[in-house]
């Protein structure tokens, strides 16, 4: 039943990720087997209402993940759940701007790394500090009693992690194919005209990376169509996704390193200026590697966690039911 689902997807968003399924499952055949009972006893089978009624019975969903979890002291074992997830939330806010700060220093230069990794330690125990004591004060002040104040109609629907949204493959076949048709009739030549009067040269290896993102973008196209004939993610279709990213990421890499650029070329622009141009160019681009790489390791590790959580929960794409474990 739909509302059984939704409840044991909000009992396992409070759990750590280690005992989600093993505690869902326990927790899974306790409803049934208390759902069971009652229909023994009436003789017919429950309708929501009185199956809304044992989830009533049985616990808010913060409170029964809580009965599984080592008790706390400063924070209850009710608000602990909250003040984690809270925490996370906060942290990620405050360190995520001062993290890219720090990449883009590191990239451009080391003049303030020191003091922006002082500012991410100072930021992390600020969070810390002000979560604490704001979960504190709530506990301190009855802040729990507000875990009782819950109905299983009002819980979320439940989420198919392994759905492809079916607007998001049309949108993603839309961009591909557009890329596909300029890419494969604007830059098939390494002497590139932007706008009249204006050329750019690049150097003989550009037709490895023409050939290359062409296919790359062929493959993606052609998965974008799979997705949205048949919207759900498989093994088959979560390795096909990192190979052309990976593919892609590594080009582009090998781009920022290549010096692609050799020439540029307009009336009003002198040799010596058409040089420097080159020069600053391919210096910008040989800058902009370290962030090829982070995003290449995020981009890698993303499609890789999309495989382990396919590979863990193989046989139940698709398939609803099969969240209620």
């Keep these: 039943m739909e509302l059984i689902d939704r409840y044991l997807q909000a009992v396992k968003f409070w759990l750590p990720e280690n005992q989600k399924e093993d505690i869902a499952a326990e927790l899974s055949e306790d409803i049934d087997a208390q759902i069971a009972e009652r229909?023994?006893?009436?003789?017919?089978?429950?309708?929501?209402?009185?199956?809304?009624?044992?989830?009533?019975?049985?616990?808010?969903?913060?409170?029964?993940?809580?009965?599984?979890?080592?008790?706390?002291?400063?924070?209850?074992?009710?608000?602990?759940?909250?003040?984690?997830?809270?925490?996370?939330?906060?942290?990620?806010?405050?360190?995520?701007p001062l993290a890219l700060t720090w990449v883009g220093l590191a990239i451009y230069g080391r003049a303030a790394i020191g003091s922006v990794w002082g500012s991410l330690w100072m930021a992390s125990l600020m969070t810390f500090g002000v979560v604490t004591a704001v979960f504190a004060v709530l506990e301190r002040v009855g802040g729990s009693r507000m875990m009782d104040e819950w109905s299983p109609r009002k819980l979320p629907p439940v989420r198919n992690p392994n759905l492809i949204p079916r607007a998001g493959s049309v949108i993603e076949l839309a961009i591909n194919l557009g890329l596909l048709i300029f890419w494969a009739s604007n830059m098939y030549s390494p002497s590139i005209t932007f706008y009249p009067g204006f050329h750019v040269t690049l150097a003989p290896v550009w037709s490895y990376f023409f050939w290359g993102y062409l296919l790359t973008c062929c493959s993606i196209t052609v998965l974008a169509a799979v997705n949205l004939w048949h919207p759900y993610w498989t093994v088959q279709r979560a390795v096909a996704r990192l190979v052309t990213n990976g593919v892609g990421s590594a080009l582009l890499c090998w781009l920022l390193k290549a010096n692609i650029v050799t020439g540029f070329a307009s009336p009003d622009l002198s040799a010596a200026r058409a040089l420097d141009l080159v020069r600053a160019t391919n210096a910008w681009l040989d800058k902009l590697f370290p962030a090829g790489v982070v995003m290449v390791i995020v981009i890698a590790l993303a499609d890789g966690y999309r495989i382990w959580r396919l590979s863990q929960r193989r046989g139940t794409i698709g398939s609803p039911a099969a969240l209620r474990i």
């Design 39 to 96: 229909e023994v006893q009436l003789g017919r089978s429950l309708n929501e209402a009185e199956v809304e009624t044992i989830l009533e019975k049985v616990g808010g969903p913060v409170v029964v993940a809580n009965r599984y979890l080592p008790p706390k002291q400063l924070i209850g074992p009710l608000l602990f759940p909250v003040y984690r997830f809270v925490l996370k939330i906060a942290l990620a806010a405050v360190l995520a």
